[in-house]
């Protein structure tokens, strides 16, 4: 139930404001981004006893907006094409109630085929974004805490 408030808050806000909807380039020089999942659902406290508060089992992570467009009418989307370029992206995290949006920028090569790893924080924040290559998952381009 907490999830659906969270979805529809959000749609709520984005309704709201004055964006307008993404349009992907197409072609063989765009580049690919996608999200890397890395949240883990909720424990599952049934057994513990007593009232729990009513939580999703699914951990979320989506791509929202580029450049202040949104991607999707839904609530977000697992991967988008981008020009060649700077540009601004803002995603989501929702794991258990904790719904986070996060933004950066990044100027992305031509071709190109990057993935957002998110996972839990450890510090500041309650998410870490990693941008990476996908062709070289073990080097961080860029890192934020959201």
Not at 84 to 94: L, P, R, Y
Not at 101 to 118: N, P
Request: hydrophobic residues 40%; negative net charge.
């Amino acid at each position: 139930m907490l999830r659906i408030l969270s979805l529809c808050s959000v749609l709520v806000l984005a309704g709201c404001a004055t964006t307008g909807m993404y349009d992907a380039p197409s072609g063989d020089d765009v580049v690919k981004l996608s999200i890397d999942n890395q949240l883990a659902a909720p424990a599952d406290d049934a057994a513990a006893g007593g009232w729990q508060m009513p939580v999703s089992n699914e951990a979320k992570a989506s791509l929202f907006k580029v450049d202040g467009e949104r991607i999707s009418e839904q609530a977000g989307a697992d991967s988008v094409d981008l020009e060649a370029g700077k540009h601004t992206i803002e995603v989501f995290a929702d794991q258990g109630g904790i719904l986070r949006f996060g933004k950066f920028r990044y100027t992305f090569e031509e071709s190109g085929a990057y993935r957002l790893r998110i996972k839990a924080a450890n510090g500041k924040g309650d998410y870490t974004l990693e941008l990476i290559e996908a062709g070289a998952p073990d080097t961080v381009l860029k890192t934020k805490n959201f």
